[in-house]
């Protein structure tokens, strides 16, 4: 399958007002990006850790009332925070409000100052991809049971590239798997990936591959192509969410 090459943006909710964080959307989506995600946590990954920090899923919804083009999701949401007919349903009905341009991402959670500042039990890698397993097919049921259904058949992104389970749930549910990956890395987790596609029956062709970026699209990006990536994701931080290197990125996909 020839896939067109797209350019997602992950705005990243921390150290800024939610009138910057708009603003970083309203800029990205006018320059011409295809995709704006945020992520899925409680507190700032980098800088003061107690810095200011805005909730995911709250946040998506306001996304698709202030953007009108755009498809737009988390870069993950974690699948402990929340029940998953709940998710299910949120999912949804954020689908509707913008129109259908809601990617779903999912993955199994990581961040354990998350888990112990709201109350949710951190378990292990084991038993939190193990919830994320069991929480797939019921969104997908859940889906095919709410009324009104969602706007279109929701784009699933998986991250992360656990070979053993994560990849596997990739290959049985996934419409995009996104890693991040040097070159070699890529070629490497793609092809797990599409082994686990022919021990369920699936065309791989049928998964997007996904990987963030943080160099000049110059430096690395027809090399990633070449690996197979078609989607390539910015990170932009607050405050002043500088789109410099994300402007590249969206000038070299144009150029191809």
């Given at each position: 399958?020839?896939?067109?090459?797209?350019?997602?943006?992950?705005?990243?909710?921390?150290?800024?007002?939610?009138?910057?964080?708009?603003?970083?959307?309203?800029?990205?989506?006018?320059?011409?990006?295809?995709?704006a995600?945020?992520?899925?946590?409680?507190f700032?990954?980098s800088?003061?850790?107690?810095g200011?920090?805005?909730?995911?899923?709250?946040?998506?919804?306001?996304w698709?009332?202030a953007?009108?083009r755009?498809?737009?999701?988390?870069?993950?949401?974690?699948?402990?925070?929340?029940?998953?007919?709940?998710?299910a349903?949120?999912?949804?009905?954020?689908?509707?409000?913008?129109?259908g341009?809601l990617?779903?991402?999912i993955?199994?959670?990581?961040?354990?100052?998350?888990?112990?500042?709201y109350?949710?039990?951190?378990?292990?890698?084991?038993?939190?991809?193990?919830?994320?397993?069991?929480?797939?097919?019921?969104i997908?049921?859940?889906?095919a049971?709410l009324?009104p259904?969602?706007?279109?058949?929701?784009?699933?992104?998986?991250?992360g590239g656990?070979?053993k389970?994560?990849?596997?749930?990739?290959?049985?549910?996934a419409?995009?798997?996104?890693?991040?990956?040097?070159v070699?890395?890529?070629?490497?987790?793609?092809?797990v990936?599409?082994r686990?596609?022919?021990?369920?029956?699936?065309?791989?062709d049928?998964?997007?591959?996904?990987?963030?970026?943080?160099k000049?699209p110059?430096?690395?990006?027809?090399?990633?192509?070449?690996?197979?990536?078609?989607?390539?994701?910015?990170?932009?931080?607050?405050?002043d969410?500088?789109l410099?290197l994300?402007?590249?990125?969206?000038?070299?996909?144009?150029?191809?």
């Amino acid at each position: 399958m020839s896939r067109p090459i797209r350019i997602g943006v992950q705005i990243k909710p921390q150290h800024a007002e939610y009138a910057q964080i708009r603003d970083a959307v309203s800029r990205a989506e006018e320059a011409g990006v295809d995709i704006a995600f945020n992520w899925d946590h409680f507190f700032p990954l980098s800088g003061e850790p107690e810095g200011k920090h805005f909730e995911c899923w709250t946040m998506l919804g306001a996304w698709a009332e202030a953007t009108s083009r755009v498809e737009i999701g988390a870069l993950v949401t974690c699948n402990s925070y929340r029940n998953p007919e709940l998710l299910a349903d949120m999912a949804r009905t954020v689908d509707h409000i913008s129109g259908g341009r809601l990617i779903l991402g999912i993955g199994a959670g990581w961040f354990e100052k998350d888990y112990d500042e709201y109350g949710y039990e951190f378990g292990t890698a084991g038993s939190r991809l193990e919830a994320l397993s069991e929480a797939l097919p019921r969104i997908e049921s859940r889906w095919a049971r709410l009324n009104p259904a969602p706007a279109r058949d929701i784009p699933v992104l998986i991250g992360g590239g656990g070979e053993k389970k994560t990849l596997r749930y990739a290959a049985q549910h996934a419409n995009i798997w996104h890693g991040f990956a040097d070159v070699e890395t890529l070629k490497h987790k793609s092809a797990v990936l599409d082994r686990h596609c022919a021990d369920v029956g699936r065309d791989p062709d049928d998964i997007e591959r996904s990987v963030g970026v943080g160099k000049p699209p110059e430096e690395i990006g027809d090399d990633l192509v070449a690996a197979g990536a078609t989607l390539f994701t910015v990170g932009i931080g607050g405050p002043d969410y500088d789109l410099d290197l994300l402007t590249k990125w969206i000038a070299w996909r144009d150029a191809r």
